[in-house]
């Protein structure tokens, strides 16, 4: 956890409670953060010239430097995103937190944002009528910017359109996951082990279909964890992975990320669709017949599934062991189900 300076947090609060402040009391909450970040909700009382106070607050996100596989400058992307205009590229309804404050410590690698805490609904606690919000307003937000691409002509720390592809290769490269479906002691069904053979032999003309799909900015970690209904708005946190990427890609994510299982299938039938409504408000994309949402979860998740499903309990005690096994396993067959959902 990161020490907190007094005057820094007082020339935030400043800028975020649109007034002088002369001294602040605060305390901080540990909040989810990403893979390196260390995410504090900082709050307490900060007093103003007049002798008021007013409570506040506000979340500081700390990124050390690491290197993600092929991307290694996302750790500070976020940070370049918000010294950038790529915040007036938002809307209301679509938005992410207003940043106040940020700081590149070049000797330590590291970045420090300061910025708005929103008060909503995140994580498996999204509605079905939210993720589909969720999903159209990304599309809208990816068509915009698509039919108006300037916009993005600045920004050039992006991570790069073939990401999804290395990193299906990569994992499908990784014999211990490669061979285990293929190997009689494995535990997962055989049904969804073909699933998972049948795309890896077809994976060169499945690339190539996902390859005519309309280039577009991606979030590239558009997970419920990192969207928060508010106030009927939806607002997006965590943007490090953002880059560019097929039409869809986010989609994947959406429905199958650390996924409401129960769900899984009725959110797929909903979101795919309102995703593309909101794209194709700016763009023409009716020639469009082949989504390739249901192969490009299999790329991103398919292999990871299967790893998870051999590391599930790690020690722990054998039934959180299996409960973790059956829950991955179950995550496939909502992914086998879907392919013949239209």
């Known amino acids: 956890m990161n020490e907190i300076k007094a005057e820094t947090l007082i020339q935030v609060l400043s800028k975020m409670l649109g007034t002088e402040i002369i001294c602040v009391d605060f305390h901080t909450k540990q909040l989810h953060g990403g893979t390196v970040g260390d995410v504090q909700l900082v709050m307490g009382n900060a007093k103003t010239t007049d002798g008021g106070e007013l409570p506040y607050k506000i979340v500081l996100k700390s990124q050390k430097k690491w290197e993600r596989y092929s991307d290694p400058d996302s750790w500070r992307r976020e940070y370049d995103f918000y010294k950038s205009n790529f915040g007036a590229l938002f809307y209301e309804s679509f938005r992410w937190p207003e940043c106040y404050h940020v700081e590149m410590n070049e000797e330590e690698n590291e970045t420090q944002i300061w910025m708005e805490y929103i008060d ?3 994580g498996l606690d999204l509605t079905g009528d939210m993720y589909k919000q969720a999903a159209e307003e990304l599309g809208r937000f990816q068509g915009k910017l698509y039919a108006q691409p300037a916009y993005l002509q600045n920004l050039s720390n992006l991570s790069k359109v073939d990401y999804m592809k290395n990193f299906y290769l990569h994992y499908r490269s990784w014999n211990r996951v490669y061979d285990y479906i293929r190997s ?8 969804l082990c073909k699933m998972l053979i049948d795309i ?3 994976a060169d003309e499945i690339i190539n279909r996902i390859e005519k799909l309309p280039i577009v900015l991606c979030h590239r970690d558009f997970w419920v964890t990192n969207i928060i209904s508010s106030d009927g708005k939806i607002i997006v946190i965590d943007w490090d992975t953002s880059g560019w990427g097929y039409l869809g890609e986010d989609m994947a994510s959406l429905i199958a990320d650390e996924a409401d299982i129960e769900h899984m299938v009725e959110y797929y039938r909903r979101c795919v ?9 700016y763009v023409d994309i009716s020639h469009i017949t082949d989504n390739c949402v249901y192969e ?3 790329f991103l998740f398919g292999y990871r599934l299967v790893e998870w499903i051999m590391d599930a309990g790690s020690g722990n005690e054998i039934q959180d062991t299996d409960d ?9 067959q909502k992914v ?7």
Do not use: W
């Open 324 to 332: 973790e096994r059956t829950l991955h396993i179950q995550t496939l």
């Open 200 to 202: 890896d032999e077809n």
């Open 184 to 191: 009689d002691d494995c535990v997962i069904p055989q049904h």
């Open 273 to 281: 669709p309102a995703y593309y409504k909101g794209f194709s408000e």
């Open 296 to 298: 490009m979860i299999l």
């Open 336 to 342: 086998y189900e879907m392919k013949n959902t239209n």
């Open 120 to 122: 909503g609904i995140s």
